[in-house]
């Protein structure tokens, strides 16, 4: 399937059946994460990322793709893999060239929402649910509310605010212990 | 803080009013507190949308692998299919010779009476024995009526005493035989020698031969009664001419065959296999009948052609024809038409460049053509001269209108030509040329219509009028990219050619497309001069009697007339009572017809047939082995009558005899 193909399913919102024609490209992506020391889970994981990165820059508005999907998911994973090795040189970051500088912030980026994420996947199971349907599938508290038997929207959305903190606080500490 | 949290919300929705969402964004710039909020909060969504993303990246990547697999699956199951394809052709390759060493299984019995064992030096008789099991493939069976694949399992006994020594003798090459026990089991390939050695017996005892059916079915019992074809074998690079056993006479040019599969032209030795029925009884042992379409034929005989080299089918090079002079007695008006088997029954066609020329050309002909002064256009509607396009007839390639006017021209022509029942003009007692004036029009829709014909004899003009009814729908004429009806007005010649001739009138007709007629006969010319050469009285009458057809076409080959019976048609069909999926057929006394039923539980319908006529009625139907036959003369009178048929047990020689005793009637 052509890049502009790809590009117009993205823009339907059918991303499943646009991140399926781009999984054609894995093979080669994992050629190249092989090639550098990384076991098949490794290539996984670093194409999930990439991809992930993509949908995001899809999603905002003053992007624009200048090369072909696979050109820029090939960088991309460069990144994330040399990223996850932490194998940059002083000299490779100061040479990067602008594009490159777009994809390393980008990578640098989606470093923190992962660990937001694994903040996120320890809070339980209820609270993982009530956030993902208020942020993600942007229901209602009074849907929510029903779903959920929470007596009341009031209830409801109080609750959410909770399990938000509670993940804030999850993600402060483990961001700290990182740093520390 | 949640107020906060509902506000960062908020903006994120897009749901703040502008001077909100402007105060937002000033906060954010001074509020460092906030800012680190807004950022944190952002981060945590961001997480929580990565659970989503994925979650859905991993139902595409299985989606993909799914994919992936069931295209190798979808190949593996192609490949399969193609080794299957590939194996069966391979197979049906080796079936057609009929003698595939795959099915044949036979061994050589050592007759009991004689010794127990096999010494070379001591002389003992042995029988040979074979069985003989051949699957026809689906390309032979379709060919003889589309069943379903045939297992006739057939088997041959002949007992032909050799000793050991003898045996040796009389194939030397195929001394490799194995003994176990009493029974020798030889190279398959000696099959072929010792049928050739047995084959002067076997044609002696041909009609009591023990042929055993397997398949109940009537049709393979028909392709085991068919006649064996006369195989002749010649240069195909040279102009060769034959006779066949019952006077058929077929001349090929050079150079006329193509591989039916790869279409290169043949050279070397090819051989012709030709079958010819003639024979009442041949016809019906083939399963064979007269019919097109809807109409009744009379038949002239009939032929099976075919060709091959090394075992591939050959067939006609486009533009090459073979001359065939069929063998036939007094009849007239002969046509050529091609067979087609469908559903068990033959149709035959008329094929669309067939000419007939008798084989007397000095003698008187008719012929029908149109004059030069084609289009007459008197009417107000589309005069000639003014229209854009000129009507096209399907055959005719679009081009400028003087070729298109050409092109119409020549259609018609021949279409006149060809669907002209001269037997009414030689009916008339015509002596004269006589001009038919015709006027039809094509309408916008390219149909024929309003066709009126005038004529000295109203039965010319009638008939001119029902072969223009026939005539093919047409592209339109144009005038101001508008389709117009167009007139047409033009005489139809009808002429007996060499009237004005004294010499003695033979009555044979001969039909021809004239226009211009030396292009039209064009490859037939050479016949034609034979013949001429020839002094006219030492033309026998034979020569008279014989039909010169070409054709373009292998395989089945029928020369054949409609019959244009004035009598009243009805539909006409038997409820046979005790007929159990017998083969019914109608075979019409004072014409050479033979008409084929459809059946359904015991009813035969034989469509329209003329009244009052004398027909026999013949059922042929087998159970299990044994093969049974009913006779019965009758009259057509009602559209539907019940029958009883007395069906007697017969053998295949007895039904063999019982039909030569109808070649009488034919």
């Known amino acids: 399937m052509s890049d502009d193909k790809i590009m117009a399913l993205f823009k339907n919102g059918k991303r499943e059946k646009a991140f399926k024609e781009l999984y054609k490209l894995y093979p080669r992506i994992e050629k190249l994460i092989l090639s550098n020391n990384g076991t098949k889970s490794d290539a996984n994981d670093v194409f999930q990322e990439a991809l992930i990165i993509l949908n995001r820059n899809l999603e905002k508005s003053d992007f624009k793709l ?40 980008a990578v640098l980026e989606e470093q923190k929402y992962k660990s937001a994420e694994k903040a996120f996947r320890e809070l339980g199971e209820r609270c993982q649910q009530l956030l993902q349907w208020f942020y993600v599938k942007k229901m209602t508290f009074k849907v929510i509310a029903e779903q959920m038997r929470f007596k009341s929207e009031k209830v409801a959305k109080n609750q959410k605010y909770k399990c938000l903190q509670k993940a804030k606080d999850i993600y402060r500490t483990q961001t700290k212990t990182v740093q520390s | 803080m949640e107020k906060d949290i509902d506000l960062i919300n908020a903006y994120l929705n897009n749901s703040l009013s502008e001077t909100e969402r402007l105060a937002f964004e000033s906060r954010l710039k001074t509020d460092a507190t906030f800012y680190e909020v807004f950022e944190e909060h952002q981060t945590i969504i961001k997480g929580i949308e990565r659970v989503e993303l994925l979650e859905e990246i991993k139902t595409s990547k299985n989606n993909y692998l799914l994919s992936k697999w069931l295209k190798y699956i979808g190949g593996f199951a192609l490949l399969v299919v193609i080794l299957i394809v590939a194996y069966s ?57 589309g069943v379903e694949t045939m297992k006739d399992t057939i088997i041959k006994e002949m007992f032909g005493p050799y000793t050991i020594e003898e045996f040796k003798l009389a194939f030397p090459e195929n001394d490799d035989f194995k003994k176990e026990n009493d029974t020798i089991f030889i190279n398959p390939n000696l099959l072929k020698e010792i049928e050739k050695a047995q084959q002067k017996v076997q044609k002696e005892s ?80 083939a399963d064979l009948s007269t019919k097109s379409d809807d109409q009744i034929l009379e038949t002239g005989g009939m032929l099976y052609i075919e060709d091959k080299k090394d075992n591939s089918n050959l067939k006609l090079k486009p533009g090459k024809e073979l001359e065939i002079v069929f063998n036939n007695k007094g009849r007239k008006d002969m046509q050529l038409f091609n067979g087609d088997k469908a559903n068990g029954v033959m149709n035959w066609i008329l094929p669309e460049s067939t000419e007939i020329i008798t084989g007397q050309f000095k003698s008187t002909s008719q012929e029908v053509s149109l004059s030069s002064e084609y289009y007459e256009n008197t009417d107000s509607y589309s005069n000639f001269e003014l229209l854009d396009v000129m009507p096209r007839h399907p055959n005719c390639e679009p081009g400028d209108n003087e070729q298109l006017k050409q092109c119409f021209n020549e259609e018609i022509t021949k279409f006149v030509a060809r669907k002209f029942n001269y037997e009414i003009g030689e009916r008339l007692n015509l002596t004269t040329k006589e001009n038919i004036y015709v006027s039809f029009e094509i309408d916008r829709r390219g149909n024929i219509g309003k066709i009126e014909a005038r004529s000295k004899y109203d039965a010319l003009a009638a008939e001119v009028i029902r072969v223009l009814e026939l005539f093919p729908k047409v592209v339109p004429g144009k005038k101001n990219s508008r389709y117009v009806t167009v007139k047409y007005r033009f005489p139809i010649v009808y002429r007996i050619l060499g009237s004005e001739n004294s010499t003695p009138v033979t009555r044979t007709s001969r039909m021809i497309v004239q226009q211009d007629s030396a292009l039209i006969i064009g490859n037939k010319k050479e016949v034609q001069k034979e013949i001429e050469e020839k002094p006219i009285s030492e033309v026998s009458k034979s020569d008279l009697e014989r039909y010169t057809l070409s ?113 009488s009637n034919f």
Request: with cysteine; proline share 1%.
């Open chain 2, 206 to 285: 041909k009609a009591d031969q023990v042929v055993k059916l397997v398949s109940k079915n009537t049709e393979s019992f028909f392709n085991s009664t068919k006649k064996e074809a006369q195989v002749i074998s010649f240069n195909a690079s040279e102009d060769y001419q034959v006779t066949l056993k019952e006077g058929t006479e077929i001349s090929i040019p050079a150079n006329a065959f193509i591989n039916s599969k790869t279409q290169k032209e043949v050279t070397g030795k090819v051989s012709l296999e030709v079958t010819e029925y003639y024979k009442l009884s041949d016809m019906l042992l």
């Open chain 2, 551 to 663: 054709t373009t076409q292998l395989g089945w080959i029928n020369c054949d007339r409609f019959i244009n019976s004035k009598k009243n048609k009805i539909k006409y069909n038997i409820n046979i009572s005790n007929a159990e999926d017998a083969n019914v057929k109608l075979i019409f006394k004072s014409i050479s017809s033979i008409l084929p039923s459809r059946t359904s539980n015991g009813f035969y319908d034989f469509g329209l047939v003329p009244v009052n006529e004398e027909v026999i009625l013949l059922a042929i139907k087998k159970k299990g082995d044994k093969i049974f036959l009913g006779l019965k003369e009758l009259r057509i009178k009602a559209t539907s009558e019940e029958q009883d048929i007395g069906f007697k047990e017969v053998s295949l020689s007895e039904l063999k005899k019982e039909l030569i005793k109808l070649n």
């Open chain 1, 66 to 105: 200048t090369s072909s999907f696979y050109t820029y998911l090939y960088s991309v994973s460069r990144f994330v893999w040399k990223d996850t090795q932490r194998k940059f040189t002083k000299q490779e970051l100061h040479n990067l060239q602008s594009e490159e500088v777009s994809i390393f912030d």
């Open chain 2, 89 to 145: 052709l391979f197979f049906s390759a080796q079936s057609e010779e009929k003698q595939s060493d795959n099915n044949t299984s036979f061994e050589v019995v050592k007759d009991s009476v004689v010794n127990e064992t096999l010494v070379d030096s001591i002389p003992k008789y042995i029988a040979v024995k074979y069985h003989l099991e051949y699957i026809l493939d689906e390309e032979l069976t379709s060919r003889y009526g």
